[in-house]
């Protein structure tokens, strides 16, 4: 019989391991993880054989002698071996962070045998300390119940409800549009005009006679081979949320406008004081055809901040890139490109012109008034003219970071290498990546070598942009500005690179993270089409 070798770590128990084709036996004193055995058959032998055995979960008892208690949920906190657990809604946690409460999933919690299991756990000695415990005698527990929510009607799918079943499983259900109510151990209905819900608590399982003897077992209750097994959840831990709709009566008279597309309280909180808004019309004019290059026009009025053109293609404009002309705002002319090429343009173009003033609001009125901060620079008619809110960064700035290589690309977008790194490596000190405001993104970025020469430039979201060379700059184009993503200077790549390296590198552009929710409540279409526009704009220094 040939050597044998193991790692093992912080232990608690006797543990054997048995290869049943080798017939090779290994003794530990006890571990706590993973377990790696190598071992050789005889002194000759050539093979060598690696086997893992998995920790089983840690196992505490925290209500010894107790007999007919519970644990009272959200009770329980204890510490082992440097490190605390707590216990939410039948689930251990470890280490939460006192200012959120987040921490690491580590095992589960019976709340009736006051069992602890623990499957994320540390070695150490086998003293626990209990910071807190709550139990009770009797077990106020519940398999159905009925209620009324504080008003009604409900929104239709927005009723939930949650809570902690004997065992310390997760009780958690949601309404759906029709009425029922689904999820883990949950079932029933919800009347939503009346604001009426029953829910009970269990799951179907299989009438194969296992359950003929229990309490609750009711051939009435079988449904296509299945019956409904209750599970006893703790009355006080269980708890709804539910949207309520309230209708208030509005005078038109005193709002100044139709309430009709108002909220049911009619007051729209857009706007309030020390917001900033922007003012602003937009109109169109027809410009010259056919147009030629280098060609300047002016349009018919001043301080025209922004301009777009389209072409008069139908039903739908297209919109002409910003590569074939340039806004002169401080000359207030539009020149087009040189050279020009419009194929694939309807002419004549139409050009939308803005403008607009940006100011801060002093005062905000129940009937809709508005009330900035100084007069407005321009003459504005009424047609066309509307106010959109403005959401303030500070100061923002493109940015590149993170760049490394990786020797074989895993296809997976990870911030740390994965692997090994390249033989060759890009020279970032003398040569670093160049970003701009004007071309870069929030994105993370592959350079995959096709082979010593040549790799491909792919980003996360964007996918493959195109191919680069070592013997040349790599500086894809954005589309939307006409400027670089990022730049690279050939120089910086060396040799040494082989197929199937990865050049990684992150871009931060200088727009703020932006998160748009529209809601649209429940009523009769009053508006066939609907849309909006957000501009990202920025002040460079």
Not at 407 to 430: F, K, R
Not at 433 to 445: I, L
Not at 516 to 524: D, F, K, S
């Amino acid at each position: 019989m040939g050597a044998i070798g193991a790692s093992i770590g912080n232990c608690s128990k006797n543990i054997r391991y048995y290869d049943k084709e080798t017939r090779v036996i290994a003794w530990a004193d006890s571990f706590v993880g993973a377990v790696n055995f190598s071992y050789s058959l005889t002194a000759a032998a050539a093979e060598t054989a690696d086997e893992i055995i998995q920790a089983k979960p840690f196992v505490i008892r925290l209500l010894q002698n107790h007999v007919g208690y519970t644990i009272l949920p959200g009770s329980v906190s204890f510490s082992w071996s440097g490190v605390r657990y707590v216990d939410r809604l039948g689930k251990l946690y470890r280490n939460p962070d006192p200012k959120n409460g987040f921490g690491v999933e580590a095992g589960t919690i019976d709340y009736s045998t006051g069992i602890a299991t623990l499957t994320v756990y540390d070695g150490g000695d086998n003293t626990i300390v209990i910071h807190s415990l709550s139990a009770r005698i009797g077990r106020q527990l519940v398999t159905d119940v009925t209620f009324r929510t504080p008003g009604a009607p409900l929104r239709p799918g927005s009723l939930s409800i949650v809570g902690v079943a004997l065992d310390g499983s997760t009780v958690s259900g949601t309404s759906n549009f029709d009425g029922t109510m689904t999820g883990a151990l949950v079932g029933g209905g919800v009347d939503y005009d009346k604001g009426i819900v029953w829910a009970k608590f269990g799951e179907w399982v299989p009438d194969d006679g296992s359950y003929a003897e229990e309490p609750w077992y009711n051939e009435d209750d079988r449904k296509d081979g299945q019956i409904f097994r209750p599970a006893p959840v703790f009355a006080d831990s269980l708890s709804y949320a539910c949207v309520v709709y309230s209708y208030i009566p509005l005078d038109a008279d005193l709002l100044g406008l139709d309430p009709v597309r108002l909220p049911s309280d009619g007051r729209v909180p857009i706007v309030r004081v020390g917001d900033v808004v922007v003012i602003h019309n937009t109109q169109t004019t027809q410009l010259a055809n056919p147009l030629s290059a280098g060609q300047v026009l002016t349009l018919p009025r001043e301080n025209i901040v922004h301009v777009e053109l389209y072409d008069s293609a139908e039903p739908i404009p297209v919109r002409v890139p910003s590569t074939l002309y340039n806004w002169d705002k401080d000359t207030q002319e539009l020149t087009m490109a040189d050279p020009l090429d419009l194929t694939g343009y309807t002419q004549p173009l139409i050009a939308m012109h803005r403008i607009e003033d940006m100011s801060l609001v002093s005062g905000v009125q129940i009937n809709g008034q508005i009330i900035v901060g100084h007069g407005l620079d321009n003459d504005y008619p009424v047609e066309g003219t509307y106010v959109s809110s403005a959401l303030l960064y500070g100061d923002l700035q493109a940015r590149v970071y993170n760049m490394f290589d990786q020797q074989t690309w895993t296809s997976v977008w990870s911030n740390d290498l994965i692997g090994s790194g390249c033989n060759a490596s890009y020279n970032e000190i003398n040569y670093p990546p160049v970003v701009t405001n004007a071309g870069a993104v929030k994105g993370r970025w592959a350079l995959k070598f096709l082979n010593t020469t040549s790799f491909q430039i792919i980003e996360e979201k964007l996918g493959i942009l195109g191919t680069g060379y070592i013997t040349q700059d790599c500086a894809p184009i954005n589309p939307a500005t006409g400027q670089p993503y990022f730049f690279l200077d050939y120089r910086g790549w060396g040799t040494g690179w082989a197929a199937g390296n990865v050049l990684r590198l992150n871009t931060d552009g200088p727009i703020g993270p932006l998160w748009i929710a529209r809601t649209t409540l429940q009523g009769p279409v009053t508006e066939p089409n609907d849309q909006f526009t957000i501009q990202i704009r920025g002040d460079a220094e």
